[in-house]
């Protein structure tokens, strides 16, 4: 049987019943509402129970939304111009309230007639002391009366904009019943195999659909709420399980079959420390997805200072010692110069070419590193978005690898894959720890790798939060750093509105600290966004030697930036920071052998939330631990990293909250497509021509 959502539900919304061409366009620009399946998917937020009516006397200040009945006692018009306002009074038995409207007055007018009866539903706020519903949801009692069948009312999302064309979101659910009326289950399938359904017991896909809208009761709002939340995780675990057993049975790799002289001369001679466990294992990974045949993609989430650049230069030997290139790509250009530097110091007795490609690299080295280049002389290219242009062409591109990958979008690796007749292996790293719940779901067709070891010698960051009013304790704590040989962060954050703050801001903070530590006894470095990159380059250069005791900057302190001799980082105004923000600050100190210090400075006066991620960041390091707390404050959209890919748009579940259906969904996906990979059985075709009508979620997955 082929699964196809009937045309009924592709119609355009304005042709259902009580919708018409005017409502048809009010609900597409408001609430991105085209067709009948875009109705259908505009789940309620809440029920009402209709059959409980709050009394006016009891609404007080902890008062949220309520539902009242009683007779409209008066309607005016009140105020000139921008406070011109619709002011009525409703009466109950025991008292009165005022109901105001700003917006669409006309239309409110010839709906509401004083003295008749009315059920009323909104959020309570106050005006002076008074109590009053603004743009109340508002439907005449004999209405409600004859429309009673469904004791738990919908409350669906709506705008200013459509309650004050009086369609809020009782009018909405009105909508959704009369689209009720014209389906069945002809137009909303079945789409789950048979032996999940059965063996998780789940309510059935049309009855769920209903349920979510219009239950009963609790119990099958619940049920219906469940299986639609399942049917999304399940989903989304198939359709990115699909692209990654694909890419393990069909797509083609280059093979590295040996470990060669490169690799082991390296490994046994000029390896600066022993390997963690943690890098031993990846290693390996590396090593048999790169034997295998197939294309390696795999993402390696080290967290901040565990190495992850050493496990780079160990691939990109195994690469060069079977003959192949490789190319690492660096978010900015004082990345990819330390890593250059870098690498270039490690290899330095090698046989080895080593060579950097930035947008400032001057015409000739760049003629001349396109000719080596294209004739295989160069055997790692480390560079930044220079690389993928489409001048630059490699002999055989065997490896390569992003840095900071969330930093680049995904039309740019698909340019990587192209620089090679077979697409390189692939090797994503990043220094922001991503939740396990938001791996499986954004990043689920990737294998991953994950490194929680500090390499020896480091110890962790010890983190402390104090108030403005002991800045001067905090300066002199850094005074004596420096007296030891030390060097100090000092970062000011981006205040997003208006960058001529930020830049007042900051010179401000500069001239403080230029107070507490003045010439010619201490030198400092600035660096900031409206600096030219000479400039900025200049001075993290002059920090970097040494020549500079204080480095003061804005956010543009790099990721992976690499100064061990730096012990402090002061971070002014840290309630203004993210999470996974002042994690990654936090680990550009500790990167030597000697004990660092992270010190949040912040004003008295807090917001709970800012005190919760204070409080996290003082009581642990482990940068996993912080991401899941992020995700739980800030939510999944918002987490650096994750990809805009869709993979996360569910309507109704939430990876965070829905921690145990997602582990479910998950497991269920591997099993079902550890047993037909392609879908092709009698039952799964269902599911299979479901996944191809949602077209245009996976199109790139493959290649990111």
């Not at 694909?246 to 060669?260: E, M, T």
Request: hydrophobic share 40%.
């Amino acid at each position: 049987m082929t699964y196809r959502a009937d045309n009924i539900l592709s119609s355009p919304i304005e042709y259902l019943k009580g919708v018409g061409p005017y409502r048809g366009d009010l609900l597409k620009k408001e609430l991105g509402i085209f067709t009948f399946k875009d109705l259908l998917e505009h789940f309620p937020y809440r029920h009402v129970d209709k059959t409980k009516i709050n009394l006016i006397r009891e609404i007080n200040v902890d008062s949220d939304f309520v539902q009242i009945a009683g007779k409209l006692t008066s309607i005016e018009l009140v105020g000139e111009k921008r406070a011109r306002r619709l002011v009525a009074e409703l009466r109950d038995s025991t008292g009165t309230i005022e109901l105001v409207w700003f917006q669409g007055i006309s239309w409110i007018q010839k709906i509401l007639l004083a003295g008749n009866q009315y059920l009323v539903y909104g959020k309570i706020s106050f005006f002076q002391g008074n109590a009053q519903i603004t743009h109340p949801e508002i439907e005449s009692l004999s209405e409600v009366a004859k429309d009673s069948k469904f004791i738990l009312e919908p409350v669906y999302p709506s705008t200013e904009k459509l309650k004050s064309k009086g369609f809020g979101g009782r009018q909405i659910g009105k909508l959704t019943r009369q689209l009720f009326s014209v389906l069945s289950e002809k137009e909303i399938p079945e789409i789950l195999p048979d032996q999940v359904v059965q063996q998780l017991k789940l309510f059935p896909r049309f009855q769920s659909f209903f349920n979510i809208h219009f239950p009963e009761n609790l119990d099958l709002y619940t049920r219906a709420l469940n299986r639609l939340k399942f049917e999304e995780l399940f989903i989304a675990q198939v359709r990115v399980g699909m692209i990654k057993s694909q890419r393990h049975r069909y797509s083609k790799g280059v093979v590295f079959n040996q470990v060669g002289d490169l690799f082991n001369n390296f490994y046994s001679t000029y390896l600066p420390f022993e390997l963690t466990g943690a890098q031993k294992k990846v290693l390996k990974e590396i090593r048999k997805d790169t034997a295998s045949g197939k294309q390696m993609n795999r993402l390696l989430q080290g967290d901040v200072g565990s190495g992850k650049t050493m496990v780079a230069l160990l691939a990109m030997l195994l690469a060069a010692d079977n003959g192949y290139q490789s190319c690492l790509l660096s978010p900015t250009e004082i990345l990819a110069k330390q890593h250059y530097n870098h690498f270039k110091e490690l290899t330095k007795d090698l046989p080895l070419s080593v060579e950097l490609l930035t947008g400032s690299s001057k015409s000739k080295q760049r003629k001349k590193i396109m000719e080596q280049l294209a004739n295989g002389s160069i055997n790692i290219l480390i560079g930044t978005h220079a690389i993928i242009e489409d001048a630059v062409k490699f002999n055989n591109l065997g490896l390569a690898i992003i840095d900071e990958q969330h930093r680049f979008g995904v039309a740019q690796r698909a340019k990587l894959w192209s620089k090679a007749t077979i697409p390189p292996h692939m090797l994503l790293m990043t220094a922001t720890p991503i939740p396990r719940t938001l791996a499986m779901t954004a990043y689920g067709d990737l294998d991953y790798s994950v490194m929680d070891e500090l390499p020896p010698g480091r110890q962790p960051v010890t983190t402390v939060h104090r108030y403005e009013d002991k800045r001067a304790q905090v300066m002199d704590f850094i005074r004596a750093e420096i007296k030891k040989g030390k060097q100090a962060y000092i970062i000011f954050p981006l205040i997003e509105e208006s960058e001529k703050l930020d830049y007042e801001n900051l010179m401000k903070g500069y001239e403080n600290v230029k107070a507490f530590f003045p010439e010619p006894a201490y030198w400092m470095s600035m660096v900031h966004g409206r600096q030219t990159n000479e400039v900025r380059e200049t001075n993290m250069q002059r920090f970097l030697k040494n020549d500079t005791q204080i480095m003061v900057a804005t956010t543009v302190v790099e990721v992976g930036v690499n100064v061990p001799n730096a012990t402090v980082m002061v971070i002014e105004s840290a309630e203004k920071f993210g999470l996974s923000q002042l994690h990654q600050l936090r680990g550009r100190v500790g990167r030597g052998k000697d004990k660092s210090f992270c010190i949040l400075l912040t004003s008295s006066k807090l917001s709970n939330e800012a005190r919760e991620r204070l409080k996290i960041m003082s009581a642990t390091n482990d940068g996993f631990k912080i991401a899941e707390k992020d995700l739980e404050i800030r939510g999944p959209g918002d987490i650096a990293g994750t990809r805009q890919s869709g993979v996360l748009d569910f309507k109704l579940a939430n990876i965070i909250q829905d921690r145990q259906l997602l582990d479910i969904a998950a497991k269920m996906a591997v099993r079902l497509l550890e047993s037909d990979p392609e879908l092709n059985s009698a039952e799964n075709l269902i599911l299979k021509n479901h996944l191809l009508l949602q077209h245009g979620k996976t199109q790139w997955s493959k290649i990111s």
